[in-house]
């Protein structure tokens, strides 16, 4: 069983505020990921991390920011939301002795903006 | 990256095997065969994956045929908390994008 946790599971929020999504993990994976899902919809990527000091973007367009300073913690920052950005926010994290693919799952935030 | 086919339902009884089929006529020598669920609601779930050989851990086994054009995931004793979306996909070692498409609703029944 995968040790990755996210908080807030639920958050709603009006539009304008600044959000931060968080995303821990207790494996000691170097590898972790942003995911973003609509019901019944794709998987998209939208940031990923080689590890500490390493960030990327994904193939989805995003506003949001992402830091890695820590290898455990990889939290999603929102400036300032808006009602697009409502949808479910899934982190993932891989270990470095298992091929990429091996994607381990939180149980996801749902973001609803107003 | 090479694509697959799913059947988009099937059911399956309380504590008999599950047998989900996946084909990846297009896949080449360096892709793998990943299976992943997802149950409503939740962050999908990594079940197996296999280059060639056939699989098997606690959740799962998985049998890919010999000329790697299809593979089927194999749910032992199927329960009520497997019933969820599954989804095949093929991904080189290094890729770590994962792209789900339709996949199978497993519904099993009591």
């Known amino acids: 069983e995968a040790d990755i946790y996210q908080t807030p599971r639920y958050l709603v929020i009006g539009t304008g505020k600044k959000i931060t999504l968080e995303c821990s993990q207790t494996m000691g994976h170097d590898k972790m990921y942003w995911y973003q899902q609509d019901p019944g919809m794709e998987l998209h990527l939208i940031h990923y991390s080689y590890g500490v000091n390493s960030t990327e973007k994904g193939d989805l367009s995003s506003e949001s920011t992402v830091s890695r300073i820590r290898t455990e913690h990889f939290p999603l920052t929102l400036e300032s939301a808006r009602p697009s950005h409502t949808s479910q926010y899934l982190c993932?994290?891989?270990?470095?002795?298992?091929?990429?693919?091996?994607?381990?799952f939180g149980p996801g935030t749902r973001l609803l903006v107003l | 990256d090479a694509k697959t086919t799913q059947p988009p339902s099937m059911d399956c009884a309380e504590g008999r095997a599950a047998n989900l089929p996946c084909n990846h006529s297009?896949?080449?020598?360096?892709?793998?065969v990943y299976w992943y669920r997802q149950i409503h609601s939740q962050g999908p779930q990594y079940i197996i994956h296999?280059?060639?050989n056939n699989e098997t851990n606690e959740m799962a086994s998985l049998i890919i045929t010999e000329d790697r054009k299809s593979s089927t995931l194999i749910l032992p004793h199927a329960t009520l908390r497997d019933t969820a979306v599954y989804y095949c996909i093929v991904l080189i070692s290094n890729d770590y994008k994962l792209s789900f498409g339709a996949g199978t609703t497993v519904t099993v029944r009591a």
């Open positions: 297009t896949i080449s020598g360096n892709e793998y």
């Open positions: 296999g280059l060639k």
């Open positions: 993932a994290s891989s270990s470095p002795g298992q091929a990429w693919g091996t994607q381990y």
